[in-house]
């Protein structure tokens, strides 16, 4: 209930504070507002309060290049007075008083108090919610109703409970439910009887959806079939508003419909029991692809396409084919353009192969009220990192199921569990397996390149706090991944690590511009072992630093361990081995 009201006073501070009308900006003769308190204050804290007026202190004063300067908009200023009296009356504080003090700092430069005297509070003597003693359902929507006998008449929580019926009685069953409010108040007593009577009308149940589809050639690729599979609405179901809205949503997210309207027949009786909807969908191209080409310091050339198909399988399953290539230029069998390659890559040794990631994936639509919605991916690559291997992988697959342990989706904290699968080989120079690994002789370091089969069990979450997902200018980001391999999920025994990755990024608004923070870490723990090695760890599992993805002012792979770059390397033979040593 606590956490109710305030998500309440917090609405309605931003919706009470003009901020579109206000002007604080700074000009010759305007006095600067270096900063802003509220004293008196026990019913509101000080930030509800602060986000009720219209005005605001400088951020930074003092500050020229960080701060933002705001100054005294005197007519809002007066307002300011009339929004907290306001805010307070209509959460039961009939007599509150408000009182400004402003004091000169130094010219041109004041501090603003506002002094809050709030008085009794009114309370409520008698409530009555008539109208849903008769019907189960009619009493479960009514729980936790945020007006009880001895608490504070508060007429936005009042308003706010009665929306929060209605809508609930209408996802329930009754599409034209109403709730009235009569309340009556005695000033000399502090007190307020109030009364919420539920009109609900007739229960309704969904008729028959009708199917409508546009299209800008004439022909259909969505059969209505697969259209009524993926809305999840059935005729003989209560008629529920949010189900509507769900559907909706399925079929947008399939991204097979430019336009989708969901409506209740405009000429449905009032006081029917049963609703018809008709689906008016305007049908986009069944088919999409994308290209691209560009160069990079380290990949060279590149090029990567994707194609997708929106209606793939008659349950409209989603299939995308995407391909990336880099080092072209570079790496055979493409190579033959050194000269429009740059040196840092040219000294790479695993540049001299061609780069490349393909693959498949088959997606399900999402349904209503379906958390768990599974994908699957078959993929080829040949990945190298800087001057440190070579991975090649012939075949490999990904299951993934999105909020595994969730019983509705959670679009504001989104986790996934995936399996993977893959047969693959990593390749390195003799000194890197040497110095990174203890692999110094041929037979344990061709052991340790040869094919291997890695199967990888991974948890990944992830919570966005952002004012804006697109250009965001405050809030943060925070994800987290747990990856596990052994021998019990079908991993050979060489390719077992346990390993922890996190990251968080800060975004604030300072001075007109975005701040933007970001920090990364990890940690990995080889439990791989085989041919007199212990605690392996595969090499493209471990974690690296450096480039533009991680600490800018470092080259890929170049922060960290000297022994992750292997600028050259030494032999000798030992017992009749040829053993290679890695330069300090």
């Known amino acids: 209930m606590r956490l109710f009201q305030r998500l309440l006073l917090a609405a309605f501070a931003l919706a009470a504070a003009p901020l579109a009308?206000?002007?604080?900006?700074?000009?010759?003769?305007?006095?600067?507002?270096?900063?802003?308190?509220?004293?008196g204050n026990r019913e509101y804290p000080a930030s509800v309060l602060a986000a009720t007026v219209a005005t605001l202190p400088s951020t930074l004063p003092g500050v020229p290049v960080l701060g933002t300067r705001r100054c005294l908009d005197p007519a809002e200023f007066a307002r300011d007075v009339q929004r907290l009296e306001t805010l307070y009356r209509r959460r039961g504080y009939p007599d509150v008083k408000v009182d400004t003090t402003v004091r000169v700092v130094r010219p041109s430069v004041i501090d603003i108090t506002f002094g809050i005297v709030e008085g009794d509070p009114m309370r409520v003597a008698a409530f009555a919610l008539r109208g849903v003693q008769d019907d189960a359902d009619l009493t479960g929507a009514s729980r936790d109703f945020p007006m009880r006998v001895g608490g504070l008449f508060d007429r936005s929580a009042l308003e706010a409970g009665r929306d929060t019926l209605v809508r609930r009685l209408r996802n329930l069953g009754w599409p034209q439910a109403e709730a009235l409010l009569a309340y009556t108040t005695d000033t000399r007593r502090r007190t307020a009887d109030v009364e919420v009577t539920v009109v609900p009308g007739a229960r309704a149940r969904i008729g028959q959806i009708a199917i409508a589809v546009e299209t800008d050639d004439g022909s259909r690729s969505v059969t209505d079939a697969t259209i009524r599979r993926t809305m999840a609405l059935r005729s003989g179901d209560w008629y529920s508003v949010r189900r509507i809205i769900d559907a909706q949503r399925n079929l947008y997210q399939t991204d097979a419909f430019q336009r989708v309207e969901l409506q209740p027949d405009s000429l449905q009786p009032a006081g029917d029991t049963i609703v018809n909807l008709t689906a008016r969908l305007l049908e986009g191209d069944r088919f999409a692809a994308r290209g691209g080409f560009g160069w990079a310091t380290l990949d060279c050339f590149r090029a990567q396409g994707s194609l997708t198909d929106r209606d793939f399988l008659p349950y409209a399953q989603r299939l995308e084919l995407t391909a990336r290539v880099s080092k072209i230029g570079l790496g055979a069998p493409l190579d033959g353009a050194d000269d429009f390659c740059q040196g840092q890559a040219r000294s790479d040794p695993y540049s001299r192969t061609l780069n490349y990631y393909t693959s498949m994936t088959l997606r399900q639509p999402v349904r209503a009220n379906q958390a768990r919605v599974p994908s699957l991916t078959v993929f080829s690559s040949t990945l190298s990192e800087y001057k440190a291997y070579l991975r090649r992988t012939p075949i490999g697959g990904v299951f993934s199921l999105s909020d595994p342990f969730a019983l509705r989706p959670s679009p504001r904290t989104p986790s996934t569990l995936s399996y993977q699968l893959e047969l693959g080989r990593t390749e390195a120079e003799p000194a890197f397996f040497c110095a990174v690994f203890n692999a110094c002789d041929t037979d344990l370091r061709n052991f340790l390149q040869r094919n291997n089969r890695l199967a990888a069990l991974e948890f990944s979450i992830s919570r966005e706090r952002l004012n804006d997902p697109l250009r965001p200018t405050g809030g943060t980001t925070l994800r987290a991944s747990l990856r596990h391999a052994s021998t019990v999920i079908g991993s050979d025994r060489t390719q077992q690590f346990n390993r922890a990755s996190g990251d968080v990024s800060w975004y604030r608004?300072?001075?007109?511009?975005?701040?933007?923070?970001?920090?990364?870490?990890?940690?990995?723990?080889?439990?791989?072992?085989?041919?007199?090695?212990?605690?392996?760890?595969?090499?493209?599992?471990?974690l690296y630093a450096g480039g533009p993805t991680t600490v800018r002012g470092f080259r890929q792979n170049e922060l960290g361990p000297a022994v992750y770059i292997v600028n050259g390397f030494t032999t000798e033979t030992v017992d009749g081995n040829t053993v290679y040593r890695a330069d300090e």
Do not use: Y
């Open 509 to 542: 608004r300072v001075a007109g511009a975005t701040v933007t923070a970001h920090v990364r870490a990890g940690f990995v723990q080889g439990r791989g072992t085989g041919s007199g090695v212990g605690g392996f760890i595969p090499p493209q599992e471990r």
């Open 21 to 39: 009308a206000q002007d604080l900006s700074c000009e010759r003769g305007d006095r600067e507002v270096r900063s802003l308190r509220f004293v």
